[in-house]
């Protein structure tokens, strides 16, 4: 599965982006896509998750309330809607992969969302 990322790019504090990630193919029965992010200086950790079939989303407790995640199945692809952008979620943000529970194995080339306050 390749995947490719974008949308980021600068924003006011307190605005909106939609990252999308594209996916070559999506085409397996137990598949899920996540978004996940690098701030400088930190670990890259999880934002969000959905899975192909059911939809079912899971969204990391540090953006839950600003930050959801959805899927197109027609266009292969999975969106990051993020609003109420905070200078703390300044990072690169990367989409990722998952097929039959096999952890995050495919991953995204990442997309630069910077917050200015």
């Known amino acids: 599965v390749q995947l490719q990322a974008s949308g980021g790019g600068l924003v006011q504090a307190g605005g909106s982006l939609r990252l999308s990630c594209v996916a070559s193919t999506s085409t397996f029965r137990n598949y899920g896509m996540g978004w996940f992010r690098q701030a400088p200086g930190k670990e890259r950790e999880f934002v969000a998750s959905?899975?192909?079939?059911?939809?079912?989303?899971n969204v990391a407790d540090s953006v839950k309330g600003r930050f959801t995640i959805s899927r197109d199945i027609t266009k292969n692809t999975a969106y990051l809607h993020m609003t109420g952008l905070r200078s703390e979620d300044t990072a690169v943000y990367y989409c990722?992969?998952?097929?039959?529970?096999?952890?995050?194995?495919?991953w995204g080339q990442g997309t630069l969302v910077t917050v200015s306050s």
């Open positions: 959905i899975w192909w079939s059911t939809g079912s989303t």
């Open positions: 990722a992969a998952t097929i039959d529970y096999d952890g995050w194995k495919f």
